[in-house]
T-cell receptor, first 113, second 113 residues
Framework: AQSVSQHNHHVILSEAASLELGCNYSYGGTVNLFWYVQYPGQHLQLLLKYFSGDPLVKGIKGFEAEFIKSKFSFNLRKPSVQWSDTAEYFCAVSESGYSTLTFGKGTMLLVSP | NAGVTQTPKFQVLKTGQSMTLQCAQDMNHNSMYWYRQDPGMGLRLIYYSASEGTTDKGEVPNGYNVSRLNKREFSLRLESAAPSQTSVYFC????????????FGSGTRLTVV
C-alpha cells in the first residue's frame, strides 16, 4: 500500500519568506503526484500536479514542486509567501492508471503579516 | 456552475441514528469518491465507485455503506452513527482510471453526539 509523509505539521513564516514543504511517498511503481491547498472553511483546491515530463512543475499562485524520483520526493516551494497563503497543504499520490488518491496528513502554514 | 454538490453542509446526529450524505456531479465523470477528513489525519478514502454500477472499499470503510444511484449521484450512508464518525466528509469525482481532474465538493461537517 502507498503512504505519503509530510515532514512538517505546522509551519510559521513571515511574509516574503521562502517556503519549502516536504513530501515523501512510498511506492515503487509509476506515480502521479499532487499538491492541494485548503483555505480555512473551504474544500480542497489543486495547486499543481505531476504526471510525466519535466520534473519541475509550476502551479497556481506562484507555487512550484520538484519531483525527485530517486528520493521519492515531491517538495512544494514558493519563493515569497503572502499572508493569503495561510492554509493547510496536502500532498497526495495516485498509482499511474488508478484514480484513488492517498493523502499525507497535511501541513498547516501560518503566514504572519 | 459545474462541479460537485454535497448535501447537507452540516449535520448533528445522536449516537445510533442513521443518515445519508448526498453527492451529485455534473461533469460527466465516471469515478466518484467519499473521503473523510480528521484533524492531523489528512483525507482518508472511505469508498469509491470507479464507474456506474461498481463500488469498492477504501482505507476506512467500516460503519459506512454507499450507493452509486446513477452516473451523477453517489451517496454515503451511516446506518448507526458513532462518535468516531464525527468528521468532515468530502465527495469527489474524476475521469475514470486517472486522478487527473479531481474535483471536490464543499464538504459535510458531521457531529455525532
Amino acid at each position: 500500500a502507498q503512504s505519503v509523509s509530510q515532514h512538517n505539521h505546522h509551519v510559521i513564516l513571515s511574509e516574503a519568506a521562502s517556503l519549502e514543504l516536504g513530501c515523501n511517498y512510498s511506492y515503487g511503481g509509476t506515480v502521479n503526484l499532487f499538491w492541494y491547498v485548503q483555505y480555512p472553511g473551504q474544500h480542497l483546491q489543486l495547486l499543481l500536479k505531476y504526471f510525466s515530463g519535466d520534473p519541475l512543475v509550476k502551479g497556481i499562485k506562484g507555487f512550484e514542486a520538484e519531483f525527485i524520483k530517486s528520493k521519492f520526493s515531491f517538495n512544494l516551494r514558493k519563493p515569497s509567501v503572502q499572508w493569503s497563503d495561510t492554509a493547510e497543504y496536502f500532498c497526495a499520490v495516485s498509482e499511474s492508471g488508478y484514480s484513488t488518491l492517498t493523502f499525507g496528513k497535511g501541513t498547516m502554514l501560518l503566514v504572519s503579516p | 456552475n459545474a462541479g460537485v454538490t454535497q448535501t447537507p453542509k452540516f449535520q448533528v446526529l445522536k449516537t445510533g441514528q442513521s443518515m445519508t450524505l448526498q453527492c451529485a456531479q455534473d461533469m460527466n465523470h465516471n469515478s466518484m469518491y467519499w473521503y473523510r477528513q480528521d484533524p492531523g489525519m489528512g483525507l482518508r478514502l472511505i469508498y469509491y465507485s470507479a464507474s456506474e454500477g461498481t463500488t469498492d472499499k477504501g482505507e476506512v470503510p467500516n460503519g459506512y455503506n454507499v450507493s452509486r444511484l446513477n452516473k451523477r449521484e453517489f451517496s454515503l450512508r451511516l446506518e448507526s452513527a458513532a462518535p468516531s464518525q464525527t468528521s468532515v466528509y468530502f465527495c469527489a469525482s474524476s475521469e475514470s482510471g486517472t486522478a487527473y481532474g479531481y474535483t471536490f465538493g464543499s464538504g459535510t461537517r458531521l457531529t455525532v453526539v
